[in-house]
């Protein structure tokens, strides 16, 4: 049973993380864009590109936290091994359901704090200095990838170890990468 739960959310979860890995890409890709205009045109015709800086805010913003639910999956935060060795298999399988139950409840609230962040900030009509971006639109999208990457979590926490789930699978047409 929980083969095949983790089989279909790995299916149903490539395209979703291919298309977060798509955006957050395409915003590194446009903050490379706008930087080198705005270099270009700082040093060359001594006219910087109106706003640039803060359209590079909002998309380092939004890549970050796109790519938080791949990261989340793949396990690739920053962390430090330094007992791990010498701990049993049970006690580490232990410690990880409880790590990421707790991630599950800390990225919903932080997700339910932003979404509010979020409706407080589109009631005023908050926009950015210079373009007048509705700020909003950009916590908005925090909220989502947050609550994207406590789902994430969630499905850790209830399937265990996604590298041992994807090793259990035997037919390479399932082995898409997966959130």
């Not at 060359?44 to 380092?60: A, D, Q, R, Y």
Request: proline residues 4%; glycine residues 4%.
């Amino acid at each position: 049973m929980i083969a095949h739960v983790s089989r279909l959310w790995c299916s149903s979860a490539a395209a979703l993380k291919r298309l977060l890995n798509l955006l957050a890409g395409l915003m590194l890709l446009l903050m490379m864009l706008i930087t080198t205009v705005d270099v270009v045109g700082r040093y060359l015709f001594n006219k910087p590109m109106v706003g640039g800086s803060e359209l590079i805010e909002i998309m380092l913003a939004a890549s970050i936290f796109l790519i938080l639910p791949t990261i989340t999956w793949r396990q690739e935060h920053v962390s430090v091994d330094l007992v791990e060795p010498w701990l049993p298999r049970w006690l580490r399988v232990t410690r990880d359901r409880l790590y990421h139950l707790f991630m599950t409840a800390a990225c919903a609230y932080m997700a339910m704090t932003v979404w509010k962040l979020a409706e407080r900030a589109d009631r005023y009509n908050s926009v950015s200095e210079y373009l007048a971006i509705p700020s909003a639109y950009a916590m908005y999208l925090i909220g989502i990838s947050l609550c994207l990457t406590a789902l994430t979590f969630l499905v850790m926490t209830l399937l265990g170890d996604p590298e041992a789930q994807n090793r259990a699978v035997t037919n390479p047409a399932q082995e898409a990468p997966a959130l």
